[in-house]
């Protein structure tokens, strides 16, 4: 049964509760946006690290999977130039961490690991015609995003100012989604890059919702139907959560991160670049506290996580977390293990459904 | 009449609505505090800045015009040990800016600005009674606070961290108030120095309010009465606001700090040590800029704002806002030259009385 706060856009499409699941590159896959959209909200595929044929691939699961709605997300950044005096002072820098691991760094393999949203992409898409897309780093150049919405797809992206906000409304976005500075991952910023710009979710909703008139999905923070509730009645039209989904069966978190995530639901998060080069929330572990989050050596975006690869697998396999990404937002309270569909009806204040 | 809102610890002394007005040294003082208790809310009276005949004749000026509750909030800190050569580095990191104002960097005039709660306060506390007192930066040692718990008022202190408002219950506060990264003004930090320790306002109160059973009140980011239905959904006790309240007539505000709200709902804050030595929210200017927000250069609290007067008082004088702390939240839009009694009202969603 349709939730009575489910606003007219997701209500059109079949969405019941107004819940949308934060996209999460490398932290799940079809498997939890099945279960989120089956459980009524709006699951989403983060397709920013797949292959064209992987894309194919999971949305090929979900559409045999579902026949809900669901979102697939992609990055809209412009990839940068390659500069290789500065990617040499980067694996430089992280010459002392290959020695402690007995590593080359003459073979750190080549490759940036995350690709914006591109011709063939959309042809992928094409085919399955998904409902919504979502972008991250702003929206794709215009002949691009036409053909998205040329499907009838709702397009998404993410505002971390209010400025970014209307740019988007300006440029064709359906939805804004207010991602406010607790949110984990990457900040979703575009026309800016200097951190004081960047709003708590209470700032951000309260002035993004005043200067758009399309709606405006709350992030960042929010991990409880409580969390849902006031950003309601703040004037989102619906909200998303990420890091509470990060520890249900269906996600595909890795069990470093996982662990930090729910026996640390009190320890400092940071902005960092060193694990791809844009500013991104995650739990300070030691790369973080010995490099500095936002150290200046990580190469552009996203090239500095290549680098990493070597020694992140390595001290993974060994149990530490100490050279991987641990993306949490500001509020765990949300993180446990029970299954995604339970906590999708939680977050929307469902439980005795 | 009251506000259904309002929680018992606030009725029982006679508050009708679920509003507190920040504290704010240096930009209010009865006047503003009268007015927001007459109209209703809880009216605040910074006494940090304020000698012990001044506080006397502002707590004179209060009880005199009006028999509502009112808060009078103090500084909890340790004052620090002397460090000769940090303020003689400090001083001079200023001399270009004394050069270009033609000012004797030797003409700087001794003394600190701000202290902490003492026994001379309590006594003038005494006479009065004052129903609500307040802290920032902890509380004071425990003889002193007892005091003040003698006469019956209710001891309110800022919380940044989950740690600390625990501490906070533990240690004699009966009402919290969770100081969110939004907020202008001091961080009322206390526990640790570790700024990413610092969390937005909707997930700091939503972990403050399951850690703690004492009432929480919110603070960071709120300036409407859709802001004050978020966080009371979330399960704050209240709303404390402040920079909505810097632009009101009765407010001590200056004239460059006022324009500088007014006129740039969108420009960046940051948190910045160097008008105080302590992590302050304010508008970016010039010296931040310069300097660097965080710099190492500025003294320990609150030693750093004394040599910055004379710069200040002379960029002032020219209408210059450069060497002035332009204390803001992140959130300006409820910044407007309305009376304090109406932005009352409109807070508490009651702009028909």
Redesign the interface.
């Known amino acids: 049964m349709t939730h009575p706060a489910t606003p007219d856009w997701l209500r059109r499409m079949g969405v019941e509760l107004p819940i949308l699941q934060a996209p999460m590159a490398g932290s799940q896959g079809s498997v939890l946006a099945i279960a989120v959209s089956e459980a009524g909200g709006l699951g989403a595929l983060p397709a920013a690290m797949l292959s064209p044929q992987a894309l194919r691939d999971e949305l090929a699961a979900i559409t045999t999977a579902t026949h809900r709605p669901y979102n697939v997300n992609f990055f809209a950044h412009t990839p940068p130039q390659p500069d290789p005096q500065r990617e040499a002072a980067w694996r430089e820098a992280l010459v002392p961490y290959f020695a402690e691991f007995r590593l080359d760094p003459a073979a750190i393999p080549p490759g940036a690991g995350r690709r914006p949203f591109d011709a063939e992409a959309a042809e992928v898409l094409e085919a399955f015609r998904p409902p919504v897309v979502s972008f991250h780093f702003g929206l794709p150049e215009p002949a691009l995003l036409a053909r998205v919405k040329g499907w009838g797809a709702r397009v998404l992206s993410s505002a971390t100012?209010?400025?970014e906000a209307r740019w988007l409304e300006a440029h064709g976005a359906d939805v804004v989604i207010a991602q406010?500075?607790?949110a984990g991952g990457h900040r979703g910023m575009f026309l800016t890059d200097?951190l004081?710009?960047q709003?708590?979710?209470?700032?951000?909703l309260?002035?993004v919702r005043?200067a758009v008139k399309i709606p405006v999905v709350a992030a960042?923070?929010?991990?409880?139907a409580?969390?849902v509730?006031?950003?309601?009645?703040?004037?989102a039209s619906a909200a998303q959560v990420g890091t509470a989904y990060l520890c249900c069966p269906e996600a595909t978190t890795s069990a470093v991160h996982r662990r930090a995530l729910l026996t640390s639901?009190?320890a400092?998060?940071?902005l960092t670049r060193l694990f791809s080069g844009r500013p991104a929330r995650g739990l300070?572990n030691r790369l973080m506290r010995e490099l500095g989050?936002l150290s200046p050596l990580a190469p552009a975006f996203p090239l500095a996580g290549t680098a990493l690869a070597p020694l992140r697998a390595r001290a993974e396999a060994a149990g530490s977390c100490d050279f991987s990404p641990l993306w949490s937002?500001?509020?765990r309270?949300g993180c446990s293990e029970r299954p995604a569909a339970e906590l999708t009806r939680f977050l929307a204040g469902r439980m005795a459904d």
């Open positions: 100012t209010v400025a406010g500075l607790e200097d004081h710009s709003l708590g979710s209470l700032a951000l309260a002035q005043d960042g923070g929010i991990a409880d409580r969390g509730a006031a950003v309601l009645a703040l004037g639901p009190e400092p998060t940071a300070v989050p937002g500001q509020n309270s």
